[in-house]
């Protein structure tokens, strides 16, 4: 089966054609175009602009990936596209444009979960991927830990109580000042540093239940600079920082894994999202993993980040809804 699959819900316009078989799924093209040059100078995606981007960029990013693909829309024998969660206005883009396109060209037409898309990007190397499984989502918005039973049926067992770990890679560049999206630049700065910097201290949750919090990680790192200002003036000290940044975020977010491998008997670990791209965090859960005697999946980073080939191999095995025409694109979309 050939998918295309439409993925615009924050500043990421992509498009892909997969082939679905019984080996799995496998990428036929994938064509990703990122604003980060428009959201830059705000330190964050500014929703209007990256709705308005997706609109202008969203035709070209189609017909590149169709044409790489070397395929005709009337070849495609489904569209998948994300329906939610995510930002309205680029969603209802991409959502209207997979509708208009498939009503057209007589196509079936899904909108896929952009959650269940990050956990099937696994489904390309490992479409036989045992399951119980654990899925940690992490991006610049979620930072969730699912039970996947299946490809398409997840669980929220737990969740960050504010920021999302990559607002706190995302702050800390900030701070640094070394640029925006932050994530891929602290992770190049730890990369080369050797130096670490003193430990930042973990949250305590006075209810004991497990949690994530990285909001005190931003504010620890904004008062060490601040109370001294030479720390982002030399390349050591911001090296130093960054490192301690990657494995503070690491060893919290894997924290508490174990704890539910052993609950819910899981047979293996997914790590997806614009996080999962960080090095620490990618050396991290492959080495727990090992320890837990458990799969490790981590999607290749462009497949991490948002992309049209997840929704694809999503929506590729997803049921047809009863009601595609009437569906709309949900910004706060359940699973
Ligand atoms: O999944 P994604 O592309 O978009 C959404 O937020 O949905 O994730 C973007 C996030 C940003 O916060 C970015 O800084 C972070 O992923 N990120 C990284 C790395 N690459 C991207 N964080 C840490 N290390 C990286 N190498
Ligand atoms: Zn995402």
């Given at each position: ?67 790489q693909a070397n395929v ?35 196509v079936p037409f899904i ?225």
């Open positions: 089966m050939l998918v295309l699959g439409l993925e615009s819900s924050c500043d990421d316009c992509s498009a892909a054609v997969v082939e679905e078989s019984a080996r799995g799924p496998q990428i036929i093209s994938l064509i990703r175009k990122t604003q980060d040059h428009l959201h830059a100078p705000y330190g964050g995606v500014v929703p209007e602009l990256a709705a308005r981007e997706h609109l202008i960029q969203l035709r070209s990013v189609i017909q590149s990936a169709l044409t005709k829309a009337a070849d495609l024998e489904r569209i998948a596209v994300t329906r939610g969660p995510g930002l309205i206005g680029c969603l209802l883009t991409t959502f209207s444009a997979a509708k208009a396109m498939a009503w057209y060209s007589k909108g896929v979960n952009h959650l269940l898309g990050h956990l099937n990007a696994a489904r390309f190397a490992e479409p036989n991927l045992p399951f119980p499984a654990l899925a940690l989502l992490v991006s610049g918005g979620h930072t969730h830990l699912y039970l996947a039973e299946s490809w398409v049926n997840l669980r929220l067992l737990m969740k960050t109580r504010d920021d999302a770990a990559g607002e706190a890679f995302d702050k800390t560049a900030r701070i640094l000042n070394l640029g925006y999206p932050g994530g891929p630049a602290v992770d190049e700065r730890a990369k080369s540093a050797v130096e670490l910097a003193p430990p930042f201290t973990p949250p305590k949750f006075k209810d004991g239940t497990p949690s994530w919090s990285f909001s005190g990680l931003k504010t620890a790192v904004k008062q060490r600079v601040e109370s001294n200002p030479a720390l982002s003036k030399a390349d050591e000290s911001v090296g130093a920082l960054c490192k301690t940044v990657n494995e503070t975020i690491t060893a919290w977010l894997l924290k508490p894994i174990p704890d539910f491998v052993g609950i819910h008997s899981a047979a293996s670990l997914v790590v997806s999202g614009g996080v999962a791209c960080n090095s620490e965090l990618r050396a991290g859960a492959a080495r727990l993993g090992k320890k837990l005697g458990i799969t490790v999946s981590i999607p290749e980073p462009r497949l991490c980040t948002d992309n049209g080939a997840m929704i694809a191999s999503a929506g590729a095995i997803l049921s047809a809804s009863a009601a595609p025409w009437t569906e709309n694109a949900d910004a706060d979309l359940k699973l």
